[in-house]
DNA sequence: GCCGTTTTCGGCCCGACTGTTTTCAGTCG
């Protein structure tokens, strides 16, 4: 039991696929596939469990999905009961083939079905051994150059590493962008796509230039060291595979297309479909080349976004927003109008320079790289104005986490730290050969909290006591270890922490490590109620490898109205730059400002806390 | 199969690249 939106969306994707391979020319069946397939798309997209939904509402809540018709939702319904999709059964006892093909990219239902029919193959594996037979290239139309560009595209879907965290290959990307941006006649090269979402995860890298000379632009492109192999070029697109795995794509465009080519390829999908719907209403047409009056044949945008929007009836929505949750139906302009006498989100939302601290800072003391000091040092270098320091405390045996009397000694000697940092030549000693930029003259007031990361236990209470953590100028607490309870226990151990009126944040409230391990299961809109009764902060740790809470969550806790913290959790001052991929969660999760105690100055956000 | 400020029928986003199709279908984003 238990289904995700994921394995829901996959599928209504198989049965998509299917369709498509068994279709016979009516146009009928060809719109049916499509539709199963929106509405996979649809549901991928989702911020809410559609599991959840059915439960709560029953197939009602299901139908209230745009694109969840009857058919569909009754299928849902069975996906959920009953673990299977007769549906599904019945066309899969026609096409017996495994539903790994709709990770195969480049070979679709199509071709499939023309080698399915003369040649014997259920999975990737198959179809592998028989483009190696030579087997594939005697089928009326195909080759021997498609049944190489078969196993090509195979090799491809085994190498590619499904997605990677935005933070492990930021460095790489925008040094590839740097690249482009300085081949001579490109006037401007920018990272689209899902990277420019700030997607917690960026599974192909996508790279728009504007020049002239798009011939020039691909060439260097394609000839970088990085590229391992050109999957495709044409006069304004190339594809390749790079290095580390990645597919990459770039698009060149003369300038006056920039701002239309920029709203096409930063996506997402589902965004520029309905812009171009909307286009559509209004006999206009849009495109990566412009936006089009359809009556006179001319363009009429495309340099800007901005413009193209406008045209549109829409306000500039900012890419982080642009998943196809609603941010359209904002941006309207009579809509913008509206709410932007006050509350308008999109003109409101949480900035990437508007972090004034940073509430989670690790030091030498456990298991963080360096002294309380030279992560002050480095955190006003950064530009911030305070940080709270949280090292682990003693349950956490591996990090050499804190006791009681470590603990309070830390404390006092924060506050010692904060009386001498005022003073003129407290910190000449160790700012002698790290000084990187003049803004130590910050320093004189900055602020250094004391505060922990402490430890829930497995019963959900914390393993220091209440009286000690009330020395501490804020609190922040998580959970560590016995990630496998179930749900019901997990969210207890968070809701008896945020009942605890000792602690201010929970940080990094579902575990989860990208890639590596999902996280332990927490009821998040139970635990955002809590929150809010309580006024506990709920932590988006910025640890790209973190990300969590994630996107969706922070979007039902800003509505919910339960504040946020973002923070870096720094273990070494480097990571400061960390909160940038914190910030972009926030954004899209739709926080403002407002949103984010961090972004308010030390003694305000010291006042808006549970007990401030 | 889904949808509706042209609302229960008749539409359904748009264009680049590939292969071998001399005018287009398949696939992708």
Same mark, same amino acid.
């Not at 988006?540 to 979007?555: F, G, P």
């Given at each position: ?143 021997? $150059? ?113 701002? !239309? ?20 209403? $209004? ?17 009429? !945008? ?102 009681? !009397? ?207």
């Amino acid at each position: 039991m238990n289904k995700t939106n994921a394995e829901i969306a996959r599928m209504l994707r198989m049965i998509s696929y299917l369709l498509d391979m068994s279709e016979t020319k009516s146009k009928k069946t060809n719109f049916k596939n499509r539709a199963y397939n929106t509405a996979a798309e649809k549901i991928d997209n989702l911020s809410i469990s559609m599991e959840d939904l059915y439960k709560s509402e029953g197939i009602k809540g299901l139908l209230s999905i745009p694109s969840i018709g009857k058919a569909i939702a009754s299928k849902i319904e069975e996906f959920i009961n009953t673990n299977e999709i007769q549906y599904y059964n019945q066309l899969r006892s026609e096409l017996p083939l495994d539903i790994e093909f709709l990770e195969l990219k480049g070979i679709g239902p199509k071709t499939l079905k023309s080698i399915y029919d003369k040649v014997v193959i259920k999975n990737i594996e198959d179809l592998e051994k028989a483009a190696i037979e030579g087997k594939i290239r005697d089928i009326p139309g195909f080759s021997q $150059k498609k049944e190489e560009s078969i196993l090509k595209k195979i090799k491809n879907y085994k190498d590619c590493r499904n997605r990677f965290p935005i933070g492990e290959i930021y460095p790489f990307v925008k040094q590839i962008e740097r690249y482009l941006s300085e081949i001579k006649g490109v006037k401007k090269a920018i990272t689209v796509g899902s990277f420019l979402r700030m997607k917690d995860t960026i599974r192909d890298i996508d790279y728009l230039v504007a020049s002239n000379d798009p011939q020039k632009v691909i060439e260097t492109f394609v000839n970088m060291s990085e590229v391992k192999q050109v999957l495709g070029k044409g006069s304004s697109k190339a594809f390749v595979k790079l290095n580390n795995g990645m597919n990459s794509d770039l698009l060149v465009v003369p300038d006056e297309s920039y701002g !239309a080519a920029l709203l096409y390829f930063t996506g997402n999908k589902q965004h520029g479909i309905n812009l171009r719907k909307i286009a559509s209403s $209004k006999n206009l047409k849009l495109n990566e080349w412009g936006l089009y009056d359809k009556s006179k044949g001319i363009k009429i !945008a495309g340099e800007t976004e901005e413009e193209i929007y406008a045209k549109l009836g829409l306000e500039w929505i900012p890419p982080e927003m642009r998943e196809n949750k609603g941010e359209i139906e904002l941006s309207k302009t009579e809509t913008y109008k509206i709410y932007n006498s006050g509350e308008n989100k999109i003109s409101q939302l949480i900035g990437y320079e508007d972090l004034k601290g940073d509430l989670q800072v690790h030091t030498n003391n456990t298991d963080g790289k360096m002294s309380i000091e030279q992560m002050v040092l480095y955190a006003a270098d950064f530009g911030l104005e305070y940080i709270a320091i949280t090292d682990h405390t003693k349950s956490l045996k591996i990090a050499r986490g804190l006791d009681e !009397a470590q603990l309070l000694n830390q404390a006092n000697k924060i506050s010692q730290l904060n009386d001498n940092i005022k003073t003129d030549n407290f910190f000449t000693d160790l700012i002698k050969g790290e000084v990187r930029n003049n803004n130590y003259k910050n320093l004189k007031n900055f602020r250094i909290l004391s505060s922990a990361e402490v430890n829930i236990l497995k019963d959900g209470s914390l393993d220091i006591s209440n009286n000690i953590l009330d020395k501490l100028d804020i609190v922040g607490a998580a959970i560590h270890s016995s990630f496998s309870l179930p749900i019901e226990t997990q969210t207890k151990r968070l809701v008896d922490t945020a009942l605890n009126p000792s602690v201010d944040i929970i940080f990094h409230p579902t575990g989860r490590i990208i890639n590596k391990r999902d996280g332990y299961p927490v009821n998040i809109p139970k635990l955002v109620e809590v929150a809010k009764d309580t006024k506990t902060i709920l932590e988006v740790d910025a640890a790209y490898e973190r990300l969590d809470l994630k996107d969706d969550h922070i979007k039902i806790a800003i509505d919910n109205g339960v504040k946020i913290a973002i923070d870096s959790d720094a273990h070494h001052p480097l990571q400061y730059v960390f909160l940038k991929f914190g910030i972009g969660q926030a954004r899209r999760g739709w926080a403002t400002k407002k949103d984010v105690i961090n972004a308010l100055p030390v003694q305000e956000m010291l006042n808006n806390l549970k007990q401030g």
